[in-house]
């Protein structure tokens, strides 16, 4: 275990419980070394299998960003998880060394079984055009400009032992680089900013999440005293004895299950992040699913002449599709925005596409200069469709829009896509990040936030709830913010029992909340700017 600077308070107290160590440490840490170059081993022989075919492959540029994309994780791990293991640590249910190994290995396994919704939720506020055209200048410049902005706010709370948000940071980052594509955007074109829609529905989950942390951690504990009537579950422990079995056994499992559910939805940013890199630097291999599913490009094709059929029913008595269907339905996007022109739009639209790919029997068989136009096209079709789906701004009756839902779906399967390996890389630099300079975050969530010592049943009360909560969001592919959930909870709980907040501590934590957001957006908005003429 590696911890660059420890705090003051705890360095020379060798009772202190982040001291707490066991021989068990011994065993586990080849374990997972083994694992660790099991990982890397997979992770380079898929990519190299994955790239066999690509046109081209710019190998610096290329493991440039991929490094970056996985240092936001790495340094994630360490910055959020840490409040995972801070209860199991100082209710001591844990060694110090193995709590965080322990949880490690349980991130690891969050971001294997990971959907990707809360993945390209994320990403569903970058502008569509900078999606679109991820591989030209303004596409790296986003990637770069975002991923080092969340980094750098990211290492500067670490260093003041300040409980932020990764997804609090990552998301300032995307909305600056989504401000500063619009600054630069010659007057009077349609060049889209931040989608403020999504960006609402992120927002309102990143803001919520910390008050349900808050109020049901109280109201647990509370409800707790009143059900479970035992001393030992509401006292701070004694000397260096570990708690009952039973508490010890609830502890570890509240730590587990907020370990493996941080996994999988903090991960998933990453794995977003390192989708858009791939498809802009190597499109020939990522821009489309290659998946074993030979039969879902004909699925595809179905589904397109379906939803055809069912946006003629809606086209207007008089209204020709426009000359130019893709910058109708781009602008359409852009705007989010729906007239009478957009659907005849719409439609050719999608005849075009499916009529350029019909003669193809899956992926494979794409020649590689059509990929990344085709992807380009599919996914912007996805875009316009979330106007009429989830929008309602074309209103449909149920089985028509059953069928524009089924298109959807289709279509995301194409475009909207993580290889095994990438989870694979991202769970390795989420577990590695978690083992490192992980006692400024714990020291802050165990000791600064209350005035007397963590009980085990304040410990159990903040994890349940950050654990449904987290799990919850992950189910609606929401981001939600472990840090934020946790921390909140332990406050919750200290102000429920009556135990005093430290209220300098409390301070720092509401300041970094508040500063995150316009901290990253002015970062990644310099940034994407400056990168801008670099690009």
Known sequence: MVDVV??????????????????????????????VIGGLVYVGYALNNDLANAAAVPWILLGLALLIALGFEFVNGFHDTANA???VIYTR?????????????????????????????????????????????????????????????NLGTWYLGLPASSSHTLVGSIIGVGLANQFLAPAGSATSGVDWSQATSVGMSLLLSPIIGFALSALLLLVSKVLIRNKELYEAPKGNAPPPLWIRALLIFTCTGVSFAHGSNDGQKGMGLIMLILIGLVPTAFALNRTPDVNYLEAYKTASVQVEMVLGKYVKPGVAAPADPKTVVGNAVKSKTWTDATTPALQAYIHSTSAEIAAYPSVEKLPSDLVGNVRNDIYLIGESLKLIDKQKLLPMNGDDLKA????????????????????????????????????????????????????????????????????????LGLPVSTTHVLSSGVAGTMAANGSGLQWSTVRNMLMAWVLTLPASIVLAFVLFIFLRQVF
Request: hydrophobic share 55%; aromatic share 10%.
């Open 85 to 87: 293991v801070a209860t």
């Open 404 to 475: 524009v839902t089924n298109y959807h779906g289709a279509v995301d399967h194409a475009t909207k896509f993580i290889p095994l390996w990438v989870k694979v890389a991202v769970a390795l630099a989420l577990g590695l990040g978690t083992m490192v300079g992980w006692k400024r975050i714990v020291v802050t969530v165990g000791e600064k936030i209350g005035k007397t010592h963590l009980t085990y049943g304040q410990g159990a009360a903040a994890e349940v709830v950050a654990m449904l909560t987290i799990g919850a969001a992950d189910n």
């Open 93 to 153: 249910s844990l060694p110090a060394e193995f709590a965080v190994m322990w949880s490690g290995c349980f991130n690891f396994l969050g971001v294997l079984t990971s959907s990707g919704a809360v993945a390209f939720g994320i990403l569903a506020l970058l502008p569509v055009e900078l999606i679109l055209q991820v591989g030209s200048g303004s596409g790296l410049a986003m990637v770069f400009a975002l991923l080092t902005a969340a980094i750098v706010w």
């Open 6 to 35: 420890s705090s003051n308070a705890e360095g020379g107290n060798a009772n202190h419980p982040i001291h707490d160590a066991t021989g068990s440490t011994k065993w586990f840490l080849p374990i997972f070394g083994i694992v």
